[in-house]
């Protein structure tokens, strides 16, 4: 990117298929609600003196809430602040700096750059005009852009080959959940906004990278977790071709085994180690009964009784018989559960299926058919 003071909306395409390194002049809790992946958060003011600064303005007016602004920051304060952005943009010579809106705290903080013989281009309009232009951009993809969907029941493995993929967007991966009631992160999952942030992102190195190629997503509901796939994606993706994924239910029940109970215990334990906490059993044993209780209501209180007292088995037997047991409250659910409701889903959109195969005829498909 060339180097200006500041950055109009007609370069936002290469400043952000490009992944720029930027700074967020803004404070915590304002970055903590919506961010882009390539910035970091460098406050000009912290969350209290912001809180300080906007009880003045509506008290005194704007220019005794910038002049409270000055007396805050201000002396070794401000000198700290200002080094931090220019360790940023020694390691990242071509990082770009943004407030909320483009406005007062940008400029100070160019300015101030400017001052130490640092120049620095800042964003016009600041994260809210990164944020519509992403919105508009992730709504004309919607409308424009060829999806096909990667479906087929749980445990066939679609995430792995959706990551193998070049023209693939892991909607999952973006929305830290694997989709199911199993599939809760240790970690929290990214605010609504980050996740459409992050959505609209790849759309748009998708369409700088591989113009014109159909995209891949997994099929997914709505709801990810606790997030939601933006309703202009979510009507886009209802009238995608399917392609299925065909696996044996002894293949599908080894493979949520895998990723359900023994990685998942692993991660379990290593979470709770790196939080010095001594948990890791108990959370682990917490998670599996709390997921299969989320899913009690479609089950019926006497096949989740069933099913709990086969897993609370496993539980206690898991050290002895190398958590083997597992696989019959595992087998139990998905032929109970998932793979009827699956099945009813998919009779509904039978007519949209364009290839249905085994793992490695559907990546041959898909390879061939981008």
């Known amino acids: ?91 990242h010579p071509t990082a770009v700096l943004y407030c909320a809106r483009g406005g007062l705290r940008s400029q100070l903080s160019q300015q101030w750059l400017a001052e130490s013989s640092i120049d620095c281009p800042r964003i016009e309009g600041g994260y809210k005009s990164l944020r519509t232009f992403l919105l508009h951009y ?86 990810i977790g606790g997030r939601h796939l933006p309703e202009v994606l979510n009507v886009a993706m209802a009238a995608s071709d399917m392609v299925v994924i065909d696996l044996s239910v002894e293949e599908r029940i080894e493979k949520l085994w895998q990723e359900y109970v023994v990685e998942r215990y692993a991660d379990t334990i290593a979470h709770h180690q790196d939080q010095h906490e001594t948990s890791g059993e108990d959370a682990f044993s917490d998670y599996l009964i709390d997921s299969l209780l989320r899913v009690k209501k479609r089950l019926g209180s006497q096949r989740t009784n069933e099913i709990l007292a086969l897993m609370k088995a496993a539980i206690q037997r898991q050290h002895t018989d190398n958590f083997s047991s597992h696989k019959d409250w595992l087998r139990a659910i998905t032929v109970d559960y998932y793979d009827p409701m699956y099945l009813y889903q998919l009779e509904k959109r039978k007519d949209r299926v364009v290839f249905r195969g085994d793992h490695q005829s559907v990546i041959q498909w898909l390879q061939e058919n981008t």
């Not at 000055?70 to 700290?80: E, I």
């Open 138 to 223: 992730l709504d004309e993809s919607c409308r424009t852009e060829t999806f096909t969907l990667l479906s087929g029941m749980t445990g066939t493995g679609k995430t792995d080959i959706i990551k193998t993929l070049n023209t693939s967007i892991d909607l999952e991966g973006h929305a830290n959940h694997k989709g199911s009631s199993f599939g809760r992160p240790l970690t929290e999952q990214p605010t609504q906004g980050d996740f459409e942030n992050n959505i609209a992102l790849a759309l748009l190195q998708m369409r700088e990278n591989h113009p014109g190629q159909r995209i891949i997503l997994e099929d997914e509901s709505r709801n």
């Open 1 to 91: 990117m060339k180097h200006t003071d500041v950055i109009i909306s007609a370069a936002y395409t290469e400043l952000l298929s490009q992944r720029t390194p930027m700074i967020d002049v803004r404070a915590p809790v304002e970055f903590a609600k919506g961010s882009l992946p390539s910035a970091v958060n460098l406050p000009f003011i912290n969350d209290e003196e912001r809180h300080l600064i906007g009880i003045c303005y509506k008290e005194k007016g704007q220019q005794a809430a910038i002049d409270l602004g000055h007396q805050l920051v201000n002396g070794d304060n401000k000198k700290g602040r200002v080094r931090a952005w220019q360790q940023f943009i020694e390691r």
